[in-house]
C-alpha cells in the first residue's frame, strides 16, 4: 500500500528524532561516562606518602613577561605555581632569561607543546609521527638546551588525543588536561581532585574570566580538604580585569588564596605529585 504524505511526514519525523537522540547519547558518552585512555599507563607513586589538601595552580601557553612581573604578587598570596610553557609564539632570548628567573625563584616549567596544536584537529590529516616531529621531539629539545627536564604535559586546547597518550606516557609522569565546562557545572569535578595515588593523569579547573565558576571551585577546595587531595586549577595571561576572555582575573587568585587559607590548604606544584625517581 502506497503510503500518503501524513505518513511519510511521520516516518521522516521518527528518523530525525532516532538519529537526534543517537547524536545526544554519543555527545553524553563522551562527556560523562566515556572510559579513561590512561588505564593504559603504570601508576608513578606520589613522593608524599601522606595525603594532604592542596590546591595546584598552573599557568599555561608564553606569557612569560607577564607572569615574571606577577611573580612577586604571586609569592604574597602564598601561591606556588607551575607553567605549562609553549613555543608557538617564538621565545626571544630575553623571554628565556625571564623563565631562567622564574625557575631560579621556585617556580616549576613543564610542557605544554612547540606549537600548541589541537591533538584531534591535528591527526585528522596527519599521523601520530608527525605530530610528534611537529609538537613533542623540537619543544622536548628545545627545553633540554635551557636545563629543563619536564615532568608533565598539558593538553593545549584541554583537546586531549587517546592514540597520543602511549607515547606521552614514556615521557611524562602526569599528563594535564581540563575539566568539560558542563562536567564542572554539575558539580562533577571529581577528575580535578588528584588522590595522590600515584594515577597518570588530571584535569584541570579553569580560572578564566569565561569559564571561572567560583562556586563550582569552592565546592572542589572543600572536598580537597575533607578528602585530603589537590585539587588542579589552571588560568592564563594575569591581568586587572574580570571581562576580557582567556585571561584571568588577578583578583580571582587573590580570592583563590584566600579560600586556600580558609580550607587550611597546601599549596603544591605539580612535581609535588609525581614521584621523579620512578620516571618512565
Request: proline fraction near 5%.
Amino acid at each position: 500500500m502506497k503510503a500518503n504524505p501524513k505518513q511519510w511526514a511521520r516516518l521522516v519525523g521518527g528518523l530525525l528524532l532516532l538519529v537526534g537522540i543517537v547524536l545526544v547519547g554519543v555527545r553524553l558518552y563522551k562527556v560523562w561516562w566515556q572510559p579513561s585512555h590512561y588505564s593504559q599507563l603504570k601508576p608513578l607513586l606520589a613522593p608524599y606518602p601522606k595525603k594532604q589538601g592542596a590546591i595546584v595552580l598552573t599557568l599555561d601557553d608564553g606569557y612569560v613577561r607577564n607572569w615574571f612581573d606577577n611573580r612577586n604578587w604571586l609569592d604574597s598570596l602564598g601561591l606556588k605555581t607551575t607553567i605549562y610553557l609553549t613555543e608557538a609564539d617564538p621565545l626571544s632570548i630575553t623571554d628565556w632569561q625571564l623563565v631562567d628567573s622564574l625557575r631560579a625563584a621556585g617556580v616549576e616549567i613543564e610542557a605544554h607543546g612547540a606549537r600548541h596544536l589541537n591533538a584531534p584537529e591535528y591527526l585528522e590529516d596527519h599521523d601520530t609521527t608527525t605530530w610528534r616531529a611537529q609538537e613533542l621531539d623540537p619543544h622536548l629539545s628545545s627545553l633540554a638546551s635551557h636545563g629543563i627536564k619536564p615532568l608533565s604535559f598539558a593538553w593545549p586546547y584541554g583537546a586531549e588525543a587517546p592514540e597520543l597518550i602511549r607515547m606521552l606516557g614514556r615521557h611524562f609522569g602526569l599528563i594535564r588536561g581540563c575539566c568539560h565546562p558542563k562536567r564542572v557545572k554539575a558539580g562533577r569535578f571529581e577528575d580535578a581532585l588528584y588522590q595522590y595515588d600515584g594515577a597518570r593523569s588530571v584535569n584541570a579547573l579553569c580560572l578564566d574570566n569565561d569559564l571561572f565558576d567560583s562556586s563550582r571551585v569552592k565546592q572542589a577546595l572543600a572536598q580537597a580538604a575533607v578528602e585530603q587531595s589537590a585539587v588542579v586549577l589552571y588560568g592564563h595571561e594575569l591581568v586587572n580585569d574580570g571581562q576580557v576572555r582567556t585571561k584571568t582575573n588577578k583578583a580571582t587568585l587573590a580570592c583563590l588564596a584566600r579560600w586556600q587559607r580558609y580550607y587550611a590548604l597546601q599549596s603544591l606544584q605539580i612535581r609535588d605529585l609525581v614521584d621523579d625517581t620512578k620516571m618512565p
